[in-house]
């Protein structure tokens, strides 16, 4: 974790030292936590999330022979670029390893009609990866924005997130929604990103954290998922499931007692995964009329409220995400829930400034204590979205 100058100097030696010249520009793509909303958005519901204050940083320059090499920063890819011929990159025979999501973002673009010829990447990232914070999300939006600059293409931030999103879907082959790339690209520093997932519409909803004296905590658990195993696919499948039996275009479309009601034609497991679905649905609608009433501690117990939920009716938590988020609920948070696709990851608490280090403390001890490995608690504040980085010769 570095500021960004400094990366950004650093990315920019490492993009000379690995192809020989200067990039055209660098881009910053921010990671984000969902403050509430989890699992509705591919059932075209509503989502509250937030770009955070950490961000990948991607060094691109055009290239025009039809290649795109892609390098990270981390040593692992440091000597040899993942490279390919653009044209060969398709959902049939799709790239493997990191470099699937730019190579998807350019491929997504391709077919929404922007022409790009070819690419140098470098990219750098203070995003834990697998860890709920959306780092995929991140480096996808970076890269669409670095594209569409290079080319001088003209397309707006949500169709930049559903390119992003495609690449995610059938490229890198993780049946996600599109929350992720709409809060990388549609953020406002200091605000929420009140998002309808049908419309695509948006609002910006205040989210001041030094008015309200709270700090807001994410808990990385370091275990990490992937959505594109099993488990994600599976829930929203039930989700289509319940849809279909209740005779609604998604569960968007239903409410908590019309899906009480069908329980028997639903079966216990269905009937739960929905209940959750537009439950969360409603905590949204709610959170978002507390920060519009400037009542930022209000959404506490919504937040534990939502967490409950996804325990026990969408049973997408695990035990260190549990122990984290009860730990910091007994140490007087505000209000905490795992955050983003679940099964592992992070969790987010909404804590007093003042109870910050006995929070940090008792999660750390219920850690230790129930013999997992040390979590990773930092802060975050609402974020910017992805941005063209400015380069200050030194
Ligand atoms: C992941 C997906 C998102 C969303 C969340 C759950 O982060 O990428 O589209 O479905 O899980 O809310």
Redo the contacts with the bound molecule.
């Keep these: 974790v570095g500021n960004v100058a400094e990366r950004t100097r650093g990315l920019l030696a490492a993009f000379s030292e690995r192809t020989g010249s200067a990039p055209e520009g660098v881009w910053a793509g921010p990671g984000r936590i ?1 403050l509430i ?6 059932n075209d519901g509503f ?1 509250l999330p937030l770009a955070i204050d950490r961000q990948v940083l991607a060094a691109a320059a055009v290239r025009t022979d039809g290649l795109a090499r892609c390098w990270s920063t981390e040593d692992a890819y440091a000597d040899a670029p993942a490279e390919v011929a653009l044209d060969d990159v398709s959902p049939q025979d799709p790239p493997q390893g990191w470099a699937a999501y730019p190579l998807g973002v350019a491929w997504a673009l391709r077919q929404a009609g922007v022409g790009v010829p070819g690419f140098d990447l470098v990219v750098d990232s203070d995003v834990p990866g697998g860890a ?1 914070v ?1 780092s ?2 991140a480096l996808e939006s970076a890269v669409a924005l670095a594209l569409v600059d290079l080319v001088g293409a003209q397309l707006s931030r949500p169709d930049l997130a559903v390119a992003g ?1 495609r690449a ?1 879907n059938e490229i890198v082959g ?1 049946p ?5 790339q709409m809060a990388a690209l549609c953020s406002r520093e200091g605000h929420a990103l009140f998002l309808d997932c049908r419309s695509l519409h948006f609002e910006q909803v205040p989210l001041d954290l030094d008015a309200a004296g709270l700090a807001l905590l994410v808990l990385d658990t370091r275990t990490t998922h992937s ?1 594109a195993t099993g488990e ?1 696919g599976e829930r929203r499948r039930a989700c289509e499931q319940a849809a279909q039996v209740l005779g609604v275009p998604a569960l968007r479309d239903a409410t908590p007692e019309q899906v009480d009601a069908a329980r028997d034609e639903l079966g216990d497991v269905v009937h739960r995964r929905a209940r959750h679905v537009v439950t969360e649905n409603e905590r949204v609608l709610a959170a978002v009329d507390l920060l519009r009433a400037g009542d930022l501690r209000g959404v506490g117990s919504l937040l534990d409220a939502s967490h409950r939920s996804m325990r026990d009716d969408f049973e997408i938590s695990s035990p260190e995400l549990d122990t984290a988020v009860e730990a910091a609920q007994a140490a007087g948070a505000v209000g905490a829930r795992m955050t ?3 099964f592992a990851g992070s969790a987010i608490a909404l804590v007093g400034v003042d109870e910050v280090e006995a929070v940090t403390g008792a999660v750390g001890k219920a850690f230790a204590d129930a013999g997992f490995g040390a979590p990773y608690l930092f802060p975050v504040t609402p974020a910017e979205s992805a941005s063209r980085v400015p380069i200050v010769q030194a």
């Design positions: 969902n909303g989890e699992h509705t958005d591919y989502v709920g959306s995929s999300a999103r995610e993780a996600t929604g599109v929350m992720d959505h994600y983003g696709g679940g």
